[in-house]
């Protein structure tokens, strides 16, 4: 069975799918670790499942560096066949980046490269899209920029506020992060440029 390790920082939702879909056998793989920068509820969720749990603070190191690498060197004691990070709200050092090539993936609530950054509902919002949605890519050196993998999109109601718009984006996110660790784990994403191609089942 494949390893899959998830780097969180919040409510753990997508922690959450990702255990019920390798618990219903969606995913042929198993979550190993969940590691945060802080005490935080995705670790309550993980704990519950018996999922192994690391917080690495940012605070007891000098640097992002010297975070990133320790970091860098808690997950791949787990052995992982996959990254990802869940709604982590951190940005990691290349020295981590560099670690995982092909098999570190983050989730973003907007269509990339559209809306980057920490606000991407709200700025959509303030943009007066009629149209956004969440993307599901491969990690490189700059922030919400590495290759797409998968992407889908969300209507913008006219009543929306930050907080339902980010709920329907979440409802859609978490079976589109599922798919694509599918992808990953079956060895079916290769990178042309900076576009993903997507190679038939076997």
Do not use: Y
Not at 53 to 64: H, I, K, L, Q, S
């Amino acid at each position: 069975m494949q390893r899959i390790a998830v780097l969180v920082s919040g409510s753990g939702t997508n922690l959450a799918a990702l255990a019920d879909a390798c618990d219903e056998g969606r995913l042929a793989a198993g979550i190993v670790l969940a590691a945060s920068d802080r005490e935080c509820l995705a670790l309550e969720r993980a704990r519950e499942r018996d999922i192994a749990t690391e917080v690495v603070g940012v605070g007891d190191f000098p640097d992002r560096e010297a975070w990133s690498r320790r970091l860098r060197d808690v997950v791949l004691e787990r052995e992982p066949d996959l990254v990802v990070s869940a709604g982590f709200m951190r940005i990691l050092a290349p020295v981590f980046v560099d670690a995982f090539p092909m098999r570190l993936i983050n989730l973003h609530p907007a269509l990339l490269p559209a809306f980057p950054g920490a606000h991407a509902v709200r700025d959509a919002l303030d943009f007066g899209v009629k149209v956004t949605g969440t993307t599901v890519h491969l990690i490189d050196h700059e922030v919400d920029h590495g290759p797409i993998l998968l992407q889908e999109p969300v209507k913008v109601r006219e009543d929306d506020t930050e907080e339902t718009l980010h709920e329907r984006i979440k409802v859609v996110e978490r079976e589109l992060l599922v798919e694509g660790c599918r992808l990953v784990l079956e060895g079916r994403v290769r990178v042309d440029g900076h576009r993903v191609r997507i190679d038939p089942p076997a």
